[in-house]
């Protein structure tokens, strides 16, 4: 059980059960002990199954999950209330807020709070077995295949089987005696949870845009790269913009290899520099000629620097960026100092302390914002490396990771030791294949220079064009 702190501080989760209850509960309010029984029982359940799901990392970092779990349930509750009464149980789209949450969090917290919506829900109809058991076993059945989609169309899974629970409940309550039109029932249950499927796709734009919880499926979208702030860091920083890109398959290869989200990875890996867009060439990887930063103090080059965090998340929440997007843009820095400048300060005799190289963090707290952190030091290191061997880059990646590991930069995390392995494992096999790429690159000007040689009356393009023509064929 939570302790008393714990629960001084969810204060306002009581009025909220309590509002869900009277919503759904206004035929029963005429008997205030049986009322009073099922809201304390309520609130006993959602302090033991959904609680402790919500305190649970990404959702106990923003209100917005809090916020949208009461919505739902709120608003959810009462509409299936009304079509239950109005077009009777196998009609309701009892299951439909359940769907919603899985879309937009995870299986767990959806499950969870799948348990909790059926008891408050069948508390508002005549139980009986029957009842009970379809609108948990469909609820269930639509938080565990609902989560993870990453297509609009893969809805029909969860569309599917609420729609066969319905089908055999309704064969079960035949079997029970109730008095159901058979026809009329028959196609009421089935395709009732094809069409409330179809309407939660719809609601998901809004419900994002109003909490800026995003569901797989739209942040994969976002990563599309015809974001506007993606476009003009392409235009105004390329450096930032291919190293994102890169970064971005590197978080996403680790991402799955643990078990992370890799969708997020990704996406927050193309945002986390966006910040760069203003003064782009004071960042290494888009200096040409002339590196500004030789003229300036090394103090003012840091806040120069730091900038891009400050304000890239005032670009992000400008355009309304997922909240665990924005969260990556200042936790990819944590609370690391910037070694660089602070080295520069101290060999022109500077007496400064490490604490004013430091970046503000918070540290990354979540795995997907630890696994960033890690590939943008990887991918900063490998910049300027040519051609380097297997062994090569499995030991300088091994030795980035543990260095940002011994800096006690993951602590808050949630990335274990083997996680650090496997993701180590991860960055050199990408790594690896990418200088191989690299490598293969001139095998083609090569065969080229041959074909040129075999024709000495050929142009180079129409050299170039046969060898496309070649490659069609294949
Ligand atoms: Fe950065
Ligand atoms: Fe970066």
Redesign the pocket.
């Known amino acids: 059980m939570a302790p008393i702190s714990d629960l001084a501080k969810r204060w306002y989760h009581f009025p909220i059960v309590l509002g869900s209850l009277f919503l759904i509960q206004f035929p029963n309010l005429h008997d205030p002990p049986r009322f009073i029984a099922e809201y304390v029982a309520l609130v006993a359940l959602w302090l033991a199954v959904v609680s402790p799901e919500l305190e649970r990392k990404p959702f106990s970092l923003h209100r917005a999950y809090p916020a949208l779990v009461f919505s739902i349930l709120l608003v959810g509750s009462f509409v299936s209330k009304m079509i239950l009464m109005r077009f009777g149980l196998f009609a309701s789209p009892f299951f439909a807020p359940i769907l919603l949450l899985a879309l937009l969090t995870d299986r767990r917290l959806s499950v969870n709070v799948a348990v909790f919506f059926s008891v408050m829900l069948i508390t508002s109809v005549e139980p009986t077995p029957i009842r009970f058991g379809l609108i948990l076993v469909s609820n269930i059945v639509a938080a565990v295949t609902g989560s993870g989609l990453k297509k609009r169309l893969q809805i029909i899974r969860p569309a599917f089987f609420t729609a066969l629970c319905n089908v055999l409940f309704l064969v079960l309550s035949l079997f029970s005696g109730e008095s159901l039109s058979l026809d009329r029932d028959l196609l009421v249950s089935f395709s009732a949870p094809f069409l409330f499927s179809v309407v939660d796709l719809g609601l998901l734009p809004f419900v994002e845009y109003l909490s800026l919880v995003y569901s797989d499926i739209d942040l994969v979208e976002l990563g599309n790269m015809n974001h506007p702030l993606i476009k003009l860091l392409s235009l105004r920083a390329p450096g930032?913009y291919y190293?994102?890109t890169i970064?971005a398959n590197l978080a996403e290869a680790a991402a799955e290899k643990i078990g992370a989200n890799p969708i997020l990875a990704r996406t927050a890996a193309y945002f986390?520099?966006i910040g760069k867009v203003k003064r782009p060439y004071f960042y290494t990887e888009n200096i040409q000629d002339r590196n500004p930063h030789d003229e300036l103090n090394p103090k003012l080059s840091h806040l120069i620097v730091q900038d891009h965090v400050k304000y890239g998340l005032e670009l992000a929440r400008r355009h309304r960026l997922p909240l665990l997007v924005q969260d990556v843009i200042p936790q990819?820095h944590g609370t690391r100092v910037q070694k660089y400048f602070y080295h520069k300060a101290r060999e022109m005799g500077e007496n400064l302390s490490e604490d004013e190289f430091r970046y503000t963090g918070p540290k990354p707290q979540f795995k997907e914002a630890g696994i960033i952190m890690l590939a943008?030091s990887v991918?900063?290191a490998f910049r300027s490396v040519k051609n380097p061997s297997a062994g090569r880059i499995r030991s300088l990646v091994e030795e980035i990771v543990s260095g940002i590991y011994n800096e006690r930069e993951l602590d808050e995390s949630g990335l274990t030791l083997k996680d650090l392995e496997a993701i180590a494992g991860e960055f050199a096999k990408v790594l690896l294949n990418m200088f191989k790429s690299r490598i293969e690159y001139p095998k083609e000007e090569i065969k080229r220079v041959i074909v040129l040689a075999e024709n000495p009356d050929s142009k180079p393009n129409e050299a170039q064009s046969s060898d496309q023509e070649d490659s069609k064929d294949r």
């Open positions: 930032t190293h994102s970064l986390h520099d990819h943008d991918e900063a």
